[in-house]
């Protein structure tokens, strides 16, 4: 214990005036104090920096300048039509491309430069060697982000209220697009944050900044494209009267499932920068776990809703699309579970058996997702078995889930088994495993077209069961061509890899739980308080 | 505000080892450091000494080996580690747009220190190092004295136990270096115990309890400065200036006990003596006065720290 503790006594001698340092006197001043406190010191400092940076000043700006001139553009020339007919509708339209700026491309690329630049600047070792955790650091860029939105929208809410006012739009289609605005942005800002997070390598990051600018801008214009259709079609209004319930219910499964997706994105952000010995995998297996159960809740709904299957193969590709992801990243982990995870393994032989995948480990991971998208086709298949009757195109599409099991399985699996033969300390793993299932599949998939090709003398080629390695060729004949060679070379290959990695993984699932150290134990038991004298009763 | 209780060492490092590819930047280390001590680590450059530094700090993990601080794992339980610990990096980044005092809040939030405890925390850091007077001032516009102060309050605003500092001294002029050291030497005074690297070993000898020398990622020798100095040449020499009878004097000393490569004229001789004992220096020039030769002056030097470097370290990098 030191002598004299910086907070102790000793420092109320020293006169030093500045507000930062100064012991807050009136009463909003320690509220305002006691609300800082409590808030991310990230979220603090990086208002504080936002504050004072010209790049914010700048593009705020430029935002009210171009509202307030479209504003004065769209009404001058709507004079004086403006006065009889409705005239909301063109403006929100111009309003939402405006906002789409800030919320779709500066922010998310702000909060991606603000990550990156604190390795480039030599503060991200800092960070992390506070008493910051990961989680805190991923999350108070996302809150800062959030703040400036806040800001962005603020600028601009009074002129959406005014297109309101101007009628030809619903107070729903504005909430809804508005909504929908927010909620896009703030998974482009996490999306934003995770690749970031990738890589510290100098090189990676400036590759991942132009990718992510390029990303970012085709995300913008999409997103215009895609409000100004929804605005010039007036479908939402439409559905909303006519059936609201499933309107309604699938708001709710579009929130539900970006801001689960959302969680996630942040998670692995946060599991990326963080420190190697902790279990992070858990957490973010947990939440691929509720993400899809929930994807399936909907897609149940909704397949039941609509009596159309078809719906079952297109959530099962969307599933299928985020497992090869997550699972690309998984094979990028380590493959050691650190004493540190193996102090929270499951103690009871059933915890192990069905606990134990969730934890670290790009074997445990592996059969996990396999397992999970298993499952899924496993529950499509008893789904369409019970509506069988009733739904349309129902063999096809849980022909298509099982395809995509096979492809999970394999391509995957093969992605992790070459993982496994690269040094285990390689920095940039989580980017390379992810670069190495990119190229498996563009082999995969090249190769054996080259060849047909080069047996049909480059000529006009058939689906043989050479191309069952081709996802989007399998996929596409799945109601033309007989693919029972395909199901069967598809099945006994994912069999074969699947095999391969479990076996290689039972190192980890025969680990066992490690006790604390003694030293851990001792500074968690809480000092117990000295015994204070009672007093003796004179009476007694 | 960890309070620290038993007194075993604050820092060990434990068969520490840490490759880059065929490149051994750690190998097979192992000290330790007690509490309220200041351990000087020396050693070339690209010894190991900064790798084995960013282990100790939670930045990187070893090959195999650990470290440990005030008794907790830095692979196992850094977030202990952490709290107990403070790591002043040779090259610092700091933030765009902020002034000192925003710098040292930052971090004392970043520590989770709140309310009136950050308010005391800041006002004492920014005394401590000096940099009261600079508080608003942009930390762009400040020089590289005044930057490592910075850094160093970063590094104790939350009143860890133990303080690591990776060459502080690094380009700081004389007056910088010295205000340093009394910082150094203040703050192990609280109780702290603090690990220094630096290439300035005239200024690790005199703030340092105990020295480490690394070379090509492995501890060569380890100890205090005067158990090391004694153990690598336990012997000083002597030089003594007569007005006559040098050579006889010479002869004289041949037949003591404890004095050997004498160099002798008539009016100057040299020797070494196995002692750098005060009280055995003085009986021996006792002796010489008493054996009446004239001696004008009688001076002995005890080897500096760099020449306890120079001797032990080769030079070699890897």
């Known amino acids: ?540 | 505000m960890v309070a620290t209780v038993h007194t075993s060492p604050m820092i060990q490092l434990r068969r520490l080892f840490r490759f880059f590819g065929n490149t051994k930047a750690v190998n097979d280390v192992s000290f330790e450091v007690l509490p309220g001590q200041v351990f000087g680590y020396i050693g070339p450059n690209g010894a190991g000494k900064t790798t084995s530094m960013r282990i100790l700090s939670t930045l990187d993990l070893p090959d195999y080996g650990d470290a440990l601080v005030d008794g907790f794992s830095v692979v196992n339980d850094p977030d202990r580690v952490r709290k107990r610990l403070g790591f002043m990096p040779d090259n610092f980044g700091t933030y765009p747009n902020m002034n000192c005092v925003e710098y040292l809040d930052f971090f004392a939030r970043s520590y989770g220190i709140v309310g009136r405890d950050r308010t005391k925390a800041l006002r004492h850091t920014l005394a401590y190092t000096g940099l009261d007077k600079i508080a608003e001032k942009s930390i762009r516009g400040l020089s590289k004295g005044m930057r490592q102060r910075l850094c160093l309050g970063r590094a104790m605003i939350h009143d860890p136990s133990v303080l690591i500092l990776d060459e502080p001294a690094n380009g700081l002029d004389p007056r910088a270096r010295i205000e340093l050291r009394h910082m150094i030497r203040g703050l192990a005074a609280m109780g702290k115990t603090l690990l220094v690297s630096s290439h300035i070993l005239t200024e690790l000898g005199e703030m340092c309890d105990a020295i480490g020398i690394i070379e090509r990622g492995q501890l060569i020798i380890s100890g205090t400065v005067a158990d090391i100095k004694a153990q690598l040449r336990p012997h000083i020499d002597v030089l003594v200036r007569l007005i006559a009878k040098g050579e006889d004097l010479g002869l004289w000393l041949a037949d003591k006990p404890g004095i050997s490569h004498i160099q002798a004229s008539d009016l100057v001789v040299r020797f070494q003596f196995a002692s750098d004992q005060p009280q055995e220096q003085a009986q021996l020039l006792q002796a010489i006065v008493q054996a009446s030769f004239p001696v004008l002056e009688y001076s002995s030097e005890s080897r500096s720290l760099e020449d306890v470097f120079l001797q032990i370290t080769t030079g070699a990098v890897q």
């Open chain 1, 1 to 540: 214990m030191s002598q004299s503790s910086l907070t102790g006594a000793s420092a109320t001698e020293v006169t030093l005036q500045h507000r930062i340092c100064e012991d807050p006197s009136k009463l909003w001043e320690r509220l305002w104090l006691w609300v800082t406190d409590r808030i991310n010191p990230i979220v603090v400092k990086e208002v504080r920096q936002s504050l004072k940076s010209r790049q914010f000043t700048i593009s705020f700006g430029l935002t009210l300048l171009a509202a307030i001139s479209w504003t004065l553009f769209a009404v001058s020339i709507m004079v004086p039509r403006i006065y009889y007919v409705p005239a909301g509708l063109p403006l929100l339209t111009g309003f939402f491309c405006i906002l789409n700026l800030p919320l779709m491309v500066i922010i998310p690329f702000g909060a991606f430069r603000s990550l990156a630049s604190e390795t480039e600047d030599s503060t991200f070792e800092l960070l992390s060697i506070s008493a910051l955790s990961s989680i805190q650091i991923i999350y108070g860029k996302m809150a800062s982000a959030g703040v400036q939105i806040v800001l962005f929208l603020s600028a601009l809410a009074p002129c959406i209220v005014l297109t309101y006012l101007l009628r030809g739009v619903s107070l729903f289609t504005i909430l809804f697009v508005l909504s929908l605005t927010l909620l896009f942005s703030v998974l482009e800002t996490a999306l934003a944050l995770l690749f970031a997070s990738m890589s510290r390598s100098r090189m990676i990051q400036n590759l991942t900044s132009v990718l992510a600018l390029a990303g970012l801008l085709i995300g913008f214009f999409a997103w215009c494209s895609l409000i100004i259709s929804i605005l010039q079609e007036d479908f939402l209004d439409q559905a909303i009267m006519s059936e609201p319930g499933i309107t309604l219910a699938w708001t709710f499964a579009i929130a539900t499932i970006a801001g689960l997706l959302g969680s996630l994105i942040l998670r692995t952000a946060s599991a990326a920068i963080d420190f190697p010995s902790e279990n992070n995998s858990t957490t973010i297996r947990l939440r691929v776990f509720g993400l899809v159960s929930l994807s399936f809740f909907w897609a149940m709904y909704g397949i039941a809703a609509i009596k159309e299957s078809a719906a079952l193969l297109v959530l099962g590709i969307a599933i299928f699309i985020l497992l090869m992801f997550v699972g690309s990243l998984v094979s990028g982990e380590r493959g050691i579970i650190s004493p540190r995870a193996q102090r929270g393994l499951p103690k009871t032989f059933l915890g192990r058996v069905f606990l134990t995948w969730f934890y670290p480990g790009a074997g445990l991971g592996y059969v996990l997702i396999v397992c999970l998208f298993g499952a899924f086709t496993g529950t499509a298949a008893a789904f369409s078995l019970y509506f069988g009757s009733e739904l349309r195109n129902n063999v096809s599409a849980v022909l298509g889930c099982y395809l995509l099991l096979c492809y999970l399985a394999i391509y995957l699996g093969i992605n992790r088994l070459i993982m496994l033969l690269l040094p285990k300390e390689l920095s940039g793993r989580l980017v390379g495993s992810f670069a190495l299932l990119v190229v498996i599949l563009l082999l995969s998939h090249l190769l054996p077209l080259l060849v047909a090709f080069y047996a049909a003398n480059y000529r006009n080629i058939d689906y043989t069961a050479i191309q069952s390695f081709n996802i989007f060729w399998t996929l596409y004949e799945l109601d033309r061509a007989d693919l029972n060679a395909a199901q069967v070379v598809l099945t006994i290959t994912a069999i074969a890899v699947f095999g391969a990695n479990l076996i290689l993984c039972t190192r980890d699932v025969l680990l066992v739980r490690v006790a604390l150290p003694s030293r851990v134990r001792e500074d968690d038991t809480p000092v117990a308080p000295e015994a204070v004298a009672q007093p003796v009763d004179p009476f007694a």
